[in-house]
């Protein structure tokens, strides 16, 4: 008979544009990375931090879990945000009651539905360009 394996981690999944991501959360002391690279090295720049590191904020958890997460497709503006709100349903499932207060009034449990409009035929190229009228 086969094992059972013991899950030690949290899971969550977010998605943003045409990205998804993939996060494992880990309780304890350990090195956050992205698609393994340190998150730090994939989403470069301040402001990126700032929003990556947000949901731990938020929920006063940074210093007791670390994450390693899998995005795909996109780009990475899409996958920053992905990865924010699949963060954001892993520490959900810490404690539902209070975690769900506090990121839901950060807007960090909805999912932003807005994508890419898709051409129309007739519309020369574009999804919202017309026809240029005639000029008599």
């Excluded at 013991?6 to 045409?18: A, E, H, P, Q, W």
């Excluded at 995005?71 to 499932?93: D, H, I």
Aim: overall charge positive; hydrophobic content about 30%.
């Amino acid at each position: 008979m086969a094992k059972l394996k013991k899950i030690d981690y949290l899971y969550g999944v977010g998605r943003r544009k045409t990205s998804q991501a993939r996060v494992r959360v880990y309780h304890g002391k350990g090195e956050n990375t992205v698609n393994g690279m340190p998150w730090n090295k994939y989403f470069e720049g301040e402001v990126n931090a700032k929003t990556l590191t947000k949901p731990f904020g938020a929920t006063e958890t940074s210093d007791k879990y670390y994450y390693s997460g899998r995005v795909t497709g996109g780009g990475k503006n899409g996958q920053l945000s992905a990865l924010v709100l699949a963060l954001s349903r892993a520490l959900l499932k810490i404690a539902p009651e209070k975690n769900r207060v506090v990121l839901r009034k950060l807007k960090l449990l909805t999912r932003d539905s807005r994508v890419r409009q898709r051409r129309m035929v007739g519309m020369g190229g574009k999804s919202r360009r017309k026809r240029q009228s005639p000029k008599r």
